[in-house]
């Protein structure tokens, strides 16, 4: 079982950046795939971002392509989300999930797909 601890969000301004880490331990961290999702006040977990065990498969929500960033340290069992141009509308609780199952690839946007969750770490955009 992989625990999974968020840390880095904050409260930024329109256009600024963030990066997010995931920090895994209790299991071999190549062995799951990382998804990164946020809850905004009043409404359904949304997928962010995805990244396959060894890295080699990324994929974003279209809302975020082009300014956020999926990657993974496997070497130092982490995941991270760089967040570029935030806007306003990022504003909500982020969190990092696990899995070990192997699925297509649509099936790593919905977050029911994952087993293990961090605590989630809020990132505030003001305008």
């Known amino acids: 079982q992989v625990q999974l601890v968020e840390s880095g969000g904050g409260l930024v301004q329109a256009g600024d950046s963030l990066r997010l880490s995931c920090a895994a331990s209790?299991?071999?961290?190549?062995?799951?795939?990382m998804g990164w999702f946020r809850q905004a006040p009043g409404k359904e977990r949304e997928f962010v971002g995805r990244?396959?065990?060894?890295?080699?498969?990324?994929d974003y929500a279209n809302s975020v392509k082009g300014r956020f960033t999926v990657t993974r340290d496997n070497a130092k069992n982490e995941a991270f989300l760089q967040m570029n141009n935030l806007k306003p509308e990022d504003t909500a609780e982020y969190y990092c999930?696990?899995?070990?199952?192997?699925?297509?690839?649509?099936?790593?946007?919905?977050?029911?797909?994952?087993?293990?969750w961090g605590q989630g770490t809020q990132v505030t955009v003001s305008s």
């Open positions: 999930a696990a899995t070990k199952k192997i699925l297509l690839g649509t099936f790593y946007r919905f977050h029911r797909t994952y087993d293990y």
């Open positions: 209790g299991g071999t961290f190549s062995d799951y795939a």
């Open positions: 990244i396959s065990g060894s890295g080699g498969i990324i």
